[in-house]
């Protein structure tokens, strides 16, 4: 089945940098990739997403980029507020596979001010 | 997107006793999906809630340890049956929007503490 990887796990930047985070994926069919922000104690929140016949989507200070022969997508986060904090979450999902969504293990990062 | 609700919340809960989570969306969707999420970790998906047919599991998850009904495109259940301290984390519904995109949102979860 689908495997996801995420780097770096952890993630300290300072106020007004940017943050990298990067994912890999495994099965070639997968056609959707979103990136989730969650907050200490709530639940995952959707905040941008791509589909494989996109190559990057921007949304303010958040962009997305995608290498389908690589396998590979990255969250970029420019102008880094202490609101950034949180846990992000990549995602692939393969269409044929029942609408499955696979997670990576998850980034942490830290905004100081 | 969907407006997901949860219930209960939170929950503490002695060893070998059961709990039924609830899983109520505001408008009907085709995929309903639940998750666990152990402290400090990523989201594992248990299974999919098909409405009119049994849950499809996931590897390391049976239907005896994690009942799942779907008796409409609304509403969902989890049981977490013969609970053990392991079973201590934080259950998430999850639903796919239908439509052009299919984003997939969460309910609030359910923290659950096993003692």
């Known amino acids: 089945g689908e495997n996801v990887e995420q780097h770096p796990s952890t993630l300290s930047v300072q106020e007004g940098d940017s943050a990298v985070i990067k994912c890999t994926y495994s099965d070639s069919a997968s056609n959707y990739f979103p990136w989730y922000k969650q907050e200490l104690g709530k639940r995952p929140q959707l905040i941008i997403d791509i589909r494989s016949n996109v190559g990057e989507k921007k949304d303010q200070r958040i962009a997305v980029t995608l290498n389908k022969t690589a396998k590979h997508f990255s969250l970029h986060i420019t102008e880094t507020q202490p609101e950034d904090s949180a846990v992000y979450f990549c995602a692939a999902k393969v269409r044929a596979a029942g609408n499955k969504l696979t997670f990576g293990g998850g980034t942490r990062v830290l905004v100081k001010p | 997107s969907a407006v997901i609700s949860q219930k209960p919340s939170r929950d503490i809960c002695q060893r070998g006793t059961s709990l039924t989570i609830q899983c109520q969306v505001d408008?009907?969707?085709?995929?309903m999906f639940w998750y666990r999420q152990q402290p400090g970790q990523s989201l594992t998906l248990i299974a999919t809630a098909n409405q009119g047919s049994e849950a499809t599991y996931e590897s390391g998850f049976v239907i005896d340890k994690f009942p799942i009904s779907r008796p409409n495109l609304t509403f969902s259940t989890l049981t977490v049956s013969n609970m053990s301290p392991e079973d201590s984390s934080i259950y998430l519904c999850?639903?796919?929007?239908?439509?052009?995109?299919?984003?997939?949102?969460f309910g609030p979860g359910t923290r659950l503490t096993v003692t």
């Open positions: 999850s639903v796919e929007v239908t439509g052009g995109i299919n984003e997939q949102y």
């Open positions: 408008s009907q969707v085709t995929m």
